[in-house]
């Protein structure tokens, strides 16, 4: 069972545009909403957290959107750069406990 | 650095061999994680440890999987009898829960295992 829903699946947005992915989740238990980052080869690195009392939470370029009566959440990246290139993960989880993560999107940044 | 490290990075076995990773999570992180990745997937979790306990596994974790925390720091993943579809990533991660807030996971760059 899916229990974090992730689209699209891939993304091409140009130099300076608003990348936008969208998540859904279906466990009303997770109170913890990361999104991870992640290069070929590497691991998943950390790039901004919600947690559901919150609504919007913006961290420079990155912002997280949350609707927790639809049980969705959006990252959104202004200005995306080809630096930005990578595949992004929302995740939830529960307390101390396991992330569930969604399938990723891998953006591509276009100059 | 003061991450989260895992060893080897790289691991190429036969089938049926048995491998062991090693991870060291971020010091005074008491609680460790195991995922796996395979291509086009995010992680999947295995088990997790607080300190030296493990307190859950997943169904992915077979009998030929096997996991430690033997002094609550550095934890090991064994694979026996190693099959193709083990190819994966491992991810290793750490965190800490000191109170609100800290229940972020930091993950360690991963050890690629390819069984042939």
């Known amino acids: 069972q899916q229990q974090v829903k992730q689209s699209p699946q891939s993304l091409i947005v140009q130099k300076g545009g608003i990348s936008i992915i969208n998540c859904a989740y279906e466990?009303?238990?997770?109170?913890?909403f990361p999104w991870y980052q992640q290069f070929p080869g590497k691991g998943p690195a950390l790039l901004i957290a919600?947690?559901?009392?919150?609504s919007e939470k913006k961290e420079g370029r990155f912002t997280i959107s949350f609707n927790k009566s639809a049980k969705q959440f959006s990252l959104h990246i202004m200005d995306s750069q080809p630096g930005d290139s990578a595949t992004y993960f929302c995740a939830a989880s529960r307390g101390y406990q396991k992330v569930t993560f969604g399938i990723g999107t891998k953006l591509q940044v276009i100059p | 650095d003061t991450g989260v490290s895992q060893d080897p990075r790289h691991k190429i076995t036969k089938r049926g061999q048995n491998v062991t990773f090693r991870c060291d999570p971020i010091?005074?992180?008491?609680?460790l994680y195991w995922y796996r990745q395979t291509l086009g997937q995010g992680p999947e979790f295995l088990t997790y440890?607080?300190?030296?306990?493990?307190?859950?596994k997943s169904r992915l974790l077979s009998d030929r999987f096997s996991a430690e925390r033997p002094k609550g720091s550095f934890s090991t993943l064994e694979i026996q009898r190693t099959e193709q579809g083990d190819s994966a990533m491992y991810l290793c991660?750490?965190?800490?829960?000191?109170?609100?807030?800290?229940?972020?996971?930091?993950f360690g760059p991963g050890t690629r295992l390819t069984v042939l």
């Open positions: 466990n009303t238990a997770f109170d913890y």
């Open positions: 440890f607080q300190n030296e306990a493990q307190l859950e």
């Open positions: 010091s005074e992180h008491n609680r």
């Open positions: 991660a750490s965190s800490t829960i000191a109170g609100p807030g800290t229940d972020t996971q930091y």
């Open positions: 919600i947690r559901p009392d919150v």
